[in-house]
């Protein structure tokens, strides 16, 4: 049992390790290689359009997503009254607090 | 007046950093329970500094699905990072080692705001907001892994919804024109039809490539 205790925390360390190092150079990949100089024309247009298109994936991940399957649960109560809220104007904490309240309030009573 | 710049960038994210420390809580209280040690997370969220990521590497180890396919999910989630980091490239300058430091402060919130009316990236904004972000990131882990089971049970709290809400959020302060409009769609239905196919992290890459629409625009 302890030996494979020791076996699981050893695969946790390489996991954490691997990973850590893999994210450092994902996210240094453009600046270390390309930093200080402007993108090339043709990119810029394209490189505009990339957070419009991120963010609407990571919403959809996010508000939908199961393991690899498409889940509808309580997050879309809670993506509903983001909407409510974004719709009236509220500031940034508001609408992710109403998202947050809805959720937790759509768990309680189901 | 420069550090009174990179304080804007801390200011402009300091409603997400409450929802940032109140996520890495949740992943300080669940790690144990997937059989990550409380220096492990911590070095996790220091090193990766990602949430999804780390939240699907815990969730894998967690139900005895192993080394490999932890990581392997862990970093395609994290796949978006590169190209995120080429659209912000010119904005880090100075030495190699100063450009891979800051770039370590790159996530998708930091990121999304520091993005001008312009389209042009803002580094102050970028690593002020970032700076902040890390240190509730990390902190919050800590807290979380050491207060444990006091904390109950976060998803009960809807913090997982907060998180779309979030990025909505986000998302409609970048759209401005149609063609912004168009990927923002392309991009979400190019996810949602994924999301059923391929493993997590996939379909977000993927909806990366709504981007081209504007190849060869300016």
Not at chain 2, 141 to 151: E, N, P, Q, R
Request: hydrophobic share 60%; net charge neutral; aromatic share 4%.
């Amino acid at each position: 049992m302890s030996h494979r205790l020791e076996a699981i925390l050893n695969e946790v360390w390489i996991v954490v390790a691997v990973v850590g190092a893999a994210t450092v150079a994902l996210k240094s990949v453009g600046p270390v290689l390309l930093g200080g100089k402007p993108l090339p024309e043709h990119l810029t247009g394209v490189v505009a359009l990339l957070a419009p298109a991120l963010l609407a994936a990571l919403v959809v991940t996010q508000a939908v997503g199961g393991d690899e399957e498409i889940v509808l649960d309580a997050r879309l109560a809670g993506l509903g009254a983001a909407v409510v809220a974004l719709l009236l104007r509220a500031p940034l904490l508001v609408v992710v607090a109403a998202a947050a309240a809805a959720t937790a309030l759509v768990r309680l009573l189901t | 007046m420069s550090s009174s710049q990179y304080r804007d960038g801390a200011r402009k994210v300091a409603p997400i950093a409450v929802a940032a420390f109140a996520f890495a809580l949740s992943f300080g209280v669940l790690a144990p329970t997937s059989g990550i040690e409380t220096l492990e997370a911590i070095v996790m969220s220091a090193t990766t500094f990602a949430g999804s990521a780390q939240f699907a590497a815990a969730s894998i180890l967690g139900v005895g699905g192993g080394v490999v396919s932890a990581i392997v999910a862990a970093t395609l989630l994290n796949a978006r990072y590169a190209p995120i980091s080429v659209s912000v490239a010119p904005i880090f300058v100075g030495s190699p080692a100063r450009r891979l430091l800051e770039s370590q402060l790159i996530v998708d919130e930091s990121w999304a705001l520091s993005k001008r009316p312009d389209g042009r990236y803002d580094r102050r904004l970028l690593v002020g907001g970032g700076l902040l972000l890390y240190v509730c990131w990390v902190g919050g882990t800590a807290v979380g892994v050491l207060a444990g089971d006091a904390l109950g049970d976060p998803s009960e709290l809807g913090l997982d919804a907060a998180f779309p809400a979030l990025f909505l959020a986000i998302l409609v302060t970048q759209v401005h024109s149609r063609l912004e409009l168009a990927a923002a769609v392309l991009g979400g239905v190019i996810a949602l039809a994924l999301l059923p196919a391929a493993p997590a992290g996939v379909p977000i890459i993927a909806a990366a490539a709504a981007c081209l629409i504007g190849w060869r625009r300016s």
